[in-house]
């Protein structure tokens, strides 16, 4: 078990590049969550993958921003036109489904200037 | 909307025991009581869960009221380390939405 792998760990871009954070969940985990995270507040939902299928996205998942989930294994989000109400911290959840917990990992910090 | 209701912050001395209450009033019966933590900068840690019985792990004790309107979580011996902030969370154990909602949680700072 070598736990939920995001990658990079920070990215600082300028407003209106386009930015993409990689999540590895634990091998075998058919549910995979992104979730956004800014200063003082808790995990806000963004959206859920069962396998390769996205299951629900949240309001907060503007058109800029897009998840894929290819081949049900590694999963990707992208945000386009970056602004800066878009700095956070993005974090990726698996599990295994069912009332399991979920794992989460360390996280990408965004900033955008 | 999270469905739980927590104190901002509460804090407690090291080596004593941590009670962090939560309410949970609209809790229906399909629902689990979760709880998760974080340190700061890093990813939620997943302490317990349970539905309506007691439950106890190497971390934690969840202690849910017989109307499960309520809980706490019982840190029973807090060390600096424990210093977080500490999500209360209800969640349906059915069904496709499997999601976690969190709120703000309580910040628990641990005093020497």
């Known amino acids: 078990d070598t736990g939920v792998s995001q990658d990079p760990r920070h990215k600082i871009t300028k407003r209106g590049q386009n930015v993409t954070f990689r999540c590895d969940p634990i091998?075998?985990?058919?549910?995979l969550y992104w979730y956004r995270q800014t200063l003082g507040q808790g995990p806000e939902f963004l959206t859920y993958?069962?396998?390769?299928?996205?299951?629900?996205k949240s309001r907060l998942l503007s058109d800029r921003f897009s998840a894929e989930r290819p081949k049900g294994s590694f999963s990707t989000l992208e945000i386009q036109r970056t602004e800066q109400g878009d700095s956070a911290m993005y974090l990726c959840a698996s599990s295994r489904g069912g009332p399991g917990e979920l794992f989460f990992g360390e996280g990408s910090r965004l900033t955008v200037l | 909307d999270a469905k739980t209701t927590q104190p901002p912050s509460m804090d407690c001395a090291e080596g004593r025991a941590a009670n962090l209450p939560c309410n949970h009033s609209t809790i229906s019966g399909n629902e689990y009581v979760y709880w998760y933590r974080q340190i700061h900068s890093q990813g939620p840690q997943y302490i317990i869960h349970g539905l309506k019985n007691n439950e106890t792990n190497e971390m934690a004790s969840l202690i849910i009221t017989e109307d499960r309107k309520s809980s706490t979580l019982i840190l029973p011996h807090a060390t600096l380390r424990d210093t977080a902030v500490y999500y209360c969370i209800v969640r349906p154990f059915t069904g496709a939405n499997s999601k976690l909602t969190f709120g703000k949680g309580i910040t628990l700072s641990v005093r020497p």
């Open positions: 091998s075998e985990h058919n549910r």
């Open positions: 993958f069962q396998n390769e299928a996205q299951l629900e």
